[in-house]
């Protein structure tokens, strides 16, 4: 406290104004890869998580063709990057996969998106994954709202995307926040939907050893075309309705509650951190109750996503360590209304009686993947079946001799919907170990193994093995 003011930054950006451009590089990348499966399905862990890239089908094969601008001027006061990336799939559809996850099995764009940072605001365009709230993305199960198991829509998105520090508050206050919007090109239910996604979020601590941290997300699906509706509202007065979570449109739901199908989510996240290691607790819930509970912990406290992640640099066969529990039993209490009460609960997560697609894009959950994916439905329907579930997940993460390798299980008790129906009560155990390699006499490639299982009443027992073959290299430099 003895140093005078003049010695402080008053606003810390990672931006300098004196940096020079240092070049910038174009990559290309072809990837190669095929599951082999023993069961009704791919095993979950061989198929969850990976933008939807993995068929679910016991046997599949992806060839994937892209090409690559990373960022690399970080503290200049512009970058920019982008990708373009086309997979083609080979499935052998099976009985027990919903007959309609053909539509995916030709060629698409995982990855076709260009973003630029200027100065502190970041803006993009087009196809890239969304994730928030997890420290770590290879070791986890997922957020509420957004993870990395189905395709990433396309998107228009402006905001803060980093923690930024607020002027003024020597950097022990940083803020980020944004907007979306999103187009849910699928077609499933509704057609030509949307989606709009609001956060913004705060955080103390700096430089501190302890940070702490609060985010707020808004999604709601509004606007398209429903086959028994018709219009849903796709001018700006819809817009509008769905950005204030506001009534309106043209029937009796939307005028009685808010426009739309909306869902938010807090996430509340603990860092310590010291000399090559960072400890980080987080918490995220989910609540699909009107507005007035879009701040504070509404109704549904039990439900929600609790975690800790560990990571370290200093001994590297271990270098990252997960574990997470999930919750979404409570849902706001069994009934929605009873007897002419409105009780609220019956929450039915992901799901919604307009846009009967929830929150799902072609056919996998937009959110938490232990939320059944619709693609699960041998009957062909477009519903969330199975969202009241209780599940525990670990995961570590590191290198042995060059050997990068992650292995993770979880355990799973699923409850059906809110009326917990018998029928759709069941478990799975769900186990994973892959391992990468660089292997730069055999031209460069990189080799990856993963081998996974799962055990329990819900898929079957079944195992199985994926390889894939990555080759990038160098296109130009300037």
Known sequence: ????????????????????????????????????????????????????????????????VGILKPASQPHRWFDYDFALSLTQRWQNLSDAINPTVNRTAAGYFNLAYAHARLYIVDITLGIQPEQYGCPDNDLTTGGLLYSYNAHPMPCVRIGIEQWTPFPGLYGYVEVKGGISHQ?????????????????????????????????????????????????????????????????????????????????????????????????????????????????????????????????QTHWRYISGFTYEFLQTTDQSGPFHDRDGLVYGGADHYYQNGIYRNGWNYFYRTLGNPFLTSPVYNADGTIYTHNSMVQ????????????????????????????????????????????????????????????????????????????????????????
């Open 391 to 478: 599940a525990h997940f670990a995961g570590i993460k590191g290198d042995i001799y060059g050997f990068r390798y992650r292995l993770m299980g979880s355990y799973v008790r699923n409850y059906g919907n809110n009326n917990r129906s018998p029928q759709l009560q069941s478990t799975n155990t769900a186990l994973l170990l892959e391992v990468q390699k660089h292997v730069e006499k055999a031209w460069g490639l990189d080799l990856s193994l993963s081998l996974a299982a799962d055990i329990g009443n819900q898929f079957g027992n079944q195992f199985g093995a994926m390889l894939t073959i990555r080759k990038q290299g160098l296109i130009t430099k300037w």
């Open 183 to 311: 187009w849910q090109a699928d077609n499933a239910y509704v057609e030509n939907g949307y989606v709009h996604h609001k956060w913004i979020g705060g955080r103390i601590g700096g430089k501190l050893p302890v940070n702490l941290s609060y985010e707020f997300h808004h999604v709601a699906q509004w606007g398209g075309y429903s086959p028994v509706y018709g219009d849903l509202g796709n001018d700006w007065h819809a817009f509008l309705n769905a950005f204030l979570v506001r009534s309106g449109g043209s029937m009796a739901n939307d005028q009685l509650n808010a426009q739309g199908n909306h869902v938010g989510s807090q996430i509340l996240t603990l860092d310590v951190k010291g000399e090559g290691w960072k400890v980080s607790a987080y918490w995220q819930n989910i609540f699909e109750d009107g507005p007035i509970k879009f701040i504070g912990f509404g109704m549904n406290v039990p439900d929600g996503l609790w975690g800790i992640n560990i990571t």
């Open 1 to 64: 406290m003895s140093l005078p003011l003049y010695a402080w930054n008053w606003w810390p950006l990672a931006v300098d104004h004196t940096a020079s451009f240092k070049g910038d590089s174009l990559y290309y990348a072809l990837q190669l890869t095929g599951v082999a499966s023993h069961g009704k399905y791919a095993p979950f862990w061989l198929q969850t998580n990976r933008q939807g890239d993995i068929a679910p089908t016991p046997f599949s094969g992806n060839l994937r």
